[in-house]
Nanobody, 116 residues
């Protein structure tokens, strides 16, 4: 099982980024995924989640609700996090996560910096 995030970078406040999490090594469509983030000096926090299967129900942390959207493309084995109206406090390393056969898997993370 491997999770590889991409899409991070430097963006001005109010801007947008789309993060991707490419998964391999297991039956992607059957499993849920979550995005988390960790700012410097702070604990890792949950950001958003999407369930497995074609339905893909979603839920979001209050701090990002209405600005971020999680989605998945089962044909591409990829989970996305569309981030709009970014704020400086969104600056963090963003990680995707899944639980497969009772084992937790994390990606390596992608840095998002929101600054003017």
């Amino acid at each position: 099982v491997q999770l590889v995030e991409s899409g991070g970078g430097l963006v001005q406040p109010g801007g947008s980024l789309r993060l991707s999490c490419a998964a391999s090594g297991f039956a992607f469509s059957s499993y849920g995924f979550t995005w988390h983030r960790q700012a410097a000096g702070k604990e890792r926090e949950w950001v958003a989640g999407i369930s497995g299967g074609s339905g893909g129900s979603t839920n979001y942390a209050a701090s990002i609700k209405g600005r971020f959207t999680i989605s998945r493309d089962n044909a591409k084995n990829t989970v996305y996090l569309q981030m709009n109206s970014l704020k400086p406090e969104d600056t963090a390393v963003y990680y995707c996560y899944t639980l497969y056969l009772g084992v937790a898997y994390w990606g390596q993370g992608t840095q998002v910096t929101v600054s003017s």
